[in-house]
């Protein structure tokens, strides 16, 4: 007998739908004109959920889903009194799609209405993708292999979409997944939704959404990739009449080993197929944030989340480390992970080797998470690294934490509370112990661990070198009324004061900044040059406190603006 979703949470009432079967096939052209359409399920309308919830409106919105067993596809109509005037603004993949009319879908596979997969399309035929690992927490940096095509004509414009079965990990024999579909109108900035239409509730919110059956029995093939790669360079040198060709190749293999759990295993890497970074205009003294784009670490990457809502205030993890020592490329030689969940439990586990380099000497690097739910609303979970990118320490992170969510607290309204424990240190790699280091001694430069904060900083994934013992804990209660204002507050145990520690031009920001304290005459992030300098004689900070305001837009996951509005600052130790 096939499972079902967890019972709903009280006064929480979830609208169903079930996924027709067809055996016609269905071609992608934006015209819903093949006859396996008339046994879809179908949603007959959406309800406005902004800016007036439950209103009226001339927009109507029919949804019909179908599968072949191997494909989901999904229909929308879209009726528009005006076509003239559908919006769009972007062709570009994982572009922003809130100027636009667009349509989107999310899709909680496990069952544990808090992680899932969402798609948008806008009225052009551009494309987003991501994981969903909070409400608040959408990443768009993996990309699934599924497709779309739009058609427009006199009374509005038309979806179709496809997603093949082996682009999601899945809970098996669950009867029904959580699934929401939301239109926006961008003229006019309303917004329409199948669950979840008030006005504090998200779209990525997985405990807003309703509940897709007919999902038992999708065949999701083998669940074997094999990616193999070459690549041949020749030279001739005509003067010398002489010539020489050499060569590489590698390997990526990908193995659903359960429906829930997926293995990667990567030889010889090859990143040339990775998406550039997006293009950003730094105007302060402050490094810029960037995202992982490369697959191997993008795919499962939720299952990494840390915290309450952490954000780039602390990341414990960050993949892009991995590769990149001062700037240039490291050959990553062999590389397996394991990620999906397994009843309540989520993993997440990732080793890593890297080759051999003038920058840095080759090096093994780790990363585990482990999660348990418990009940409807608390999530537990630990998460260790450890490894060094320079190769020159075996730095390591052990970390606590849990996270409660309700949207259901007093009626409706959104609750998000937690905490988390962090504790860092390092030793000396046993190749390395007799080396000189950067700053002309026998020991490995040391810096404070630090909370990082402000515009994209990072704690370097855990692999960057700290002072041995460092610890720091924070709770951080959140309510998320229709202003999604949440507080938290804050202690560091920092190091002794007599330490002597090098700091990156990365971390001289941050310890410069409000959350640990120093005071910006210490700071000389502008001064530095690439490689590490020490700095002495600075004093350190007994501890810090601080609360902080963000907003952001209900129902955009995509759409954050946060402002500090106060700090209280403990002077350093003179």
């Known amino acids: 007998m096939a499972a079902s979703l967890p019972a709903a949470p009280q006064d929480l009432v979830r609208p169903e739908v079930t996924l027709g079967r067809t055996a016609v096939p269905i071609r992608l052209d934006g015209i819903l004109d093949e006859p396996g359409w008339q046994a879809a399920g179908l949603i007959p309308d959406l309800t406005q959920q902004s800016p007036v919830p439950g209103g009226p409106t001339p927009y109507h919105t029919e949804v019909r889903l179908l599968t072949d067993g191997a494909t989901i596809y999904i229909g929308v109509r879209c009726a528009d009194p005006e076509p003239g005037r559908i919006a769009t ?92 579909v939301d239109r926006t109108v961008a003229r006019d900035r309303t917004e329409m939704r199948w669950s979840g239409t008030t006005l504090d509730a998200r779209f990525a919110d997985m405990r807003r959404a309703g509940e897709l059956r007919g999902v038992d029995g999708l065949d999701a093939g083998l669940g074997l ?39 990667v295993l990567t030889v010889n890497t090859d990143f040339a197929e990775t998406e550039v970074d997006t293009r950003q205009i730094n105007l302060t003294r402050f490094p810029l944030f960037y995202p992982e784009k490369r697959y191997f670490f993008v795919e499962g990457a939720n299952q990494f989340a840390f915290g309450p809502n952490l954000g780039s205030d602390f990341v414990p993890f960050f993949s892009r480390r991995v590769g990149l020592v001062g700037g240039e490329t490291v050959p990553m030689d062999v590389g397996a992970k394991v990620i999906g969940r397994q009843g309540p439990w989520g993993i997440g586990a990732l080793t890593v080797r890297t080759g051999a380099s003038p920058r840095a000497p080759a090096s093994s690097l780790s990363a585990a998470r482990v999660t348990r739910d418990i009940g409807e609303h608390l999530r537990l979970g630990a998460i260790g690294t450890r490894g060094d990118p320079s190769g020159l320490v075996q730095n390591w992170l052990g970390g606590v934490d849990a996270v409660w969510q309700s949207s259901t607290f007093r009626g409706d309204r959104n ?160």
């Open 225 to 263: 990739t094999v990616t193999p790669y070459g690549l041949v360079r020749h030279g001739r040198d005509f003067v010398a009449g002489t010539s020489e060709m050499d060569g590489d190749a590698g390997l990526d293999v990908g193995w659903a080993m359960t429906r829930q759990l997926s293995g």
């Open 89 to 180: 603004h972007t062709m570009l993949r994982d572009a922003d799609l809130s100027s636009d009319d667009a349509v989107g879908i999310v899709l909680d596979t496990f069952g544990d209405h808090r992680t899932g997969y969402i798609f948008q399309v806008n009225a052009a035929g551009a494309r987003f993708d991501g994981l969903i690992a909070t409400a608040e927490d959408v990443s768009a940096d993996w990309d699934g292999i599924w497709d779309a095509k739009v058609g427009r004509d006199a009374s509005g414009w038309t979806l179709e979409m496809a997603i093949p079965v082996a682009t999601l990990r899945l809970t098996p024999g669950l009867g029904a997944w959580g699934f929401n």
């Open 415 to 574: 609750l998000t509370t937690g905490g988390w424990w962090s504790r860092t240190g390092e030793s000396a790699s046993r190749r390395t112990r007799s080396r000189r280091y950067s700053n002309g001694s026998s020991e490995p430069s040391r810096c404070a661990s630090t909370v990082a904060s402000g515009s994209g900083c990072t704690s370097r994934g855990s692999w960057l070198k700290r002072t041995a013992g460092g610890s720091r804990w924070r709770a951080s209660p959140a309510r998320d009324p229709l202003s999604s204002c949440s507080f938290r507050a804050g202690v560091r145990i920092p190091p002794r004061s007599d330490q002597r520690r090098s700091v990156t031009p990365s971390m001289a920001r941050t310890i410069s900044s409000k959350v640990t304290g120093l005071r910006s005459e210490h700071a000389t992030s502008t001064s530095l040059p690439p490689a590490e300098r020490e700095i002495t004689g600075m004093p350190a900070v007994r501890g810090s406190a601080f609360c902080s305001a963000r907003k952001s837009h209900p129902s955009r996951p995509g759409m954050k603006r946060s402002r500090r509005i106060t700090s209280i600052r403990a002077p350093p130790r003179r």
